[in-house]
């Protein structure tokens, strides 16, 4: 779907997420008679959620994935690169619904600085001063729009027109790529709710929902569609499921210490809403070994509302308690080891150089 | 993915349903190691969803798409006949999301006379005594659920490893499909929430939520499969919308004036729940025109926890009206039209005998 492009394995980011963004929009262009037969209601809800994707900043999953593709010796100017662009850039529409979807179930209200989408469709009911109750009309219809996205993801890698062969090797990573990140949110609220605050929970949260979703299937994607062989996948997996975790362990660290006005999100959000990372998992360990009064002191203030001084507190135990360090000499240790893998293995130099990159930013970004 | 039958051409209901569950149970199993993989939780929840997706009755998505396959002349015993039974098979995971989220939107506690998933999970929360709101957990877990229903809709397509020129036909039709129940789903809680009650918008509701979703794009899959011509699939297309509409307009009646112990669900219901049916249109249009003061005790009762005495006095009026006239006339006009467009086609005459009979079954039914 994409005109040609000179210079596909060079691209800056920028670039490419033009031409992400590009692939995103013909692929929508073909699904609106089939939206506007149904009806103004639809145009106007499916206009919403496209807005909401064309929102979506860094495309960090197709980066991985269109990476692992030249990485794997794939040829960014063969007859077959539109379609694996198509096929990276499919994996907005599965984070689309990812992200919709998890905005019901965290009731989060905003979302890359605009509210999120069922509270948009709540307050448009509210407005119109629709029947029934207008928080239940939003979720409704943001799991109706989170579905869309889902199976727009699909049809976007069928439009992709893949030869049999390679859409045969792709089915299973795809299949895997999307069962695996929602077991990962099946388990993050079932271990928040059951309250399991082990270092092993919140490390296997991490793996699924995050470091197998974000990175290692995308780079899997990119390799596959070029054809790698089962040595270099393993390389794959070894790079991002570590740097995905480096990369979700500096997100936790953010969500507790970042700056709010380069996070855009307020500082210690991650405490008040009780979120299971390995960072409190760390702390409340070593805790329960030295300090018992603090294990309860923590347990009993995170996730709920605490006031500035109490976020203050908790940051001062939590390094006091050496959990900051134990989550900083993970991501190193995660980093090392992912890159040693890179290094010793028969990726492109030039993918080497970028996914160097793409690991540094991952793991020592400030937001 | 199917073991060979012989008969395949004149499967009995029963054998065809059989043929189904096969087919889904062998793809389940090849995602189980994936799901086992990300932990014990997600195990059990996954077996939840394939427990209500195998409690599911007459499937009869797949069903009329192997008739649209044999009714364009599909060769049942040909090598790609399981793959076309996996595509029918895969309608199942499609109608799984549909009902687990469509039960969320309506807050329906049972389905297919056991608790609905969100109300399971629910339950289980609030044994287990775990933390939060076991309502909005139970609907968390179930947006997740449904959602790997959609996704493994499409992932048992790819599986089905159908020859490139056939997938690439099939494409158009199967994202049609979903992108038109979604919308139909989406225009059904709008036109309840805006209180349109013209004859036109319930129309349109049955026209994509159930029509062109369970007989016409599933004829059009299967005679897709099939390599039908234009001609043969305007001819489904024809029936399917027609029949669609005619099944819809029985339910509508069932939902009011059917017999609970045949229906299994209390008589009434729909109009307790103010479901803004063809049936109730037509009242409405038929009160407006004559008796305002009916059509305001209508407007009024709708949608109300009305008592079985109100519930009867509706029955009367809706029949006094002519509006039950009125639907079963719009249903004889319909199955009559689409029989006869079926009947002059092409479609092979053990087809037309079979998907006779269907029509007779889904626009003549008591349950």
Same mark, same amino acid.
Request: hydrophobic residues 45%; contains cysteine.
């Given at each position: ?18 031409? %992400?963004?590009?692939?995103? /929009?013909?692929? %929508? ?12 209601? #639809? ?7 496209? =807005? ?8 960090? /999953? ?10 794997? &010796? ?12 198509? %096929? ?17 179930? +965290?009731? $989060? *209200? ?23 109750? =207008? ?45 695996? %990140? ?9 271990? !928040?709710?059951?309250?399991?605050? *082990? ?13 197998? #979703? ?21 390389? #794959? $997996? ?25 996070? &855009? ?7 008040? !809403? ?16 030295? +300090? ?15 006031? !500035? ?19 900083? /000499? ?6 090392? *080891? ?7 293995? +028969?990726?492109? !130099? +030039? ?8 690991? #540094? ?7």
């Amino acid at each position: 779907m994409q005109s040609a492009v000179d210079d596909r394995d060079q691209w800056p980011l920028g670039t490419f997420v033009d031409a %992400v963004e590009t692939s995103l /929009r013909d692929f %929508v262009a073909t699904q609106q008679a089939t939206v506007d037969s149904v009806g103004p209601v #639809y145009t106007d809800a499916v206009a919403e959620l496209t =807005s909401f994707v064309f929102r979506g900043g860094k495309r960090i /999953r197709p980066a991985f994935a269109w990476t692992g593709f030249l990485g794997a &010796g794939g040829d960014p100017h063969a007859a077959g690169a539109d379609a694996v662009l198509d %096929v990276c850039s499919a994996l907005e529409f599965v984070q689309a619904c990812a992200l919709v979807h998890d905005d019901i179930i +965290d009731a $989060s *209200s905003t979302r890359r600085g605009f509210p999120t989408v069922h509270v948009t469709f709540a307050e448009r009911h509210r407005t119109a001063g629709w029947r029934g109750n =207008s928080d239940k009309f939003g979720e409704s219809v943001a799991i109706l729009l989170g579905d869309i996205a889902l199976c727009w993801a699909d049809d976007l890698v069928r439009a992709a027109a893949l030869d049999s062969a390679t859409s045969a090797r792709l089915a299973p990573v795809w299949s895997a790529m999307r069962t695996e %990140v929602l077991g990962g949110q099946l388990l993050d609220i079932a271990v !928040e709710a059951s309250g399991d605050d *082990s270092v092993e929970a919140a490390l296997q949260i991490d793996r699924y929902k995050t470091a197998a #979703y974000t990175v290692e299937r995308p780079l899997l994607i990119g390799g596959t569609l070029a054809g790698a062989g089962p040595e270099l996948l393993e390389v #794959y $997996s070894t790079f991002g499921a570590d740097i995905g975790i480096a990369f979700q362990l500096r997100d936790d660290l953010l969500g507790v210490f970042g700056d709010p006005s380069v996070t &855009g999100k307020p500082s210690g959000d991650d405490l008040r !809403e009780g979120k299971r990372t390995v960072l409190l998992a760390a702390a409340l360990d070593a805790a329960d070994e030295r +300090d018992p009064a603090t294990a309860a002191a923590l347990r009993a203030g995170i996730g709920t509302d605490l006031s !500035e001084a109490a976020v203050d507190d908790l940051r001062a135990q939590m390094i006091d308690l050496g959990a900051v360090d134990d989550v900083e /000499r993970r991501i190193t240790t995660l980093t090392d *080891s992912a890159l040693a893998a890179l290094n010793a293995s +028969d990726v492109t !130099e +030039d993918a080497k150089r970028r996914l160097t990159a793409m690991a #540094y930013t991952a793991t020592r970004r400030t937001s």
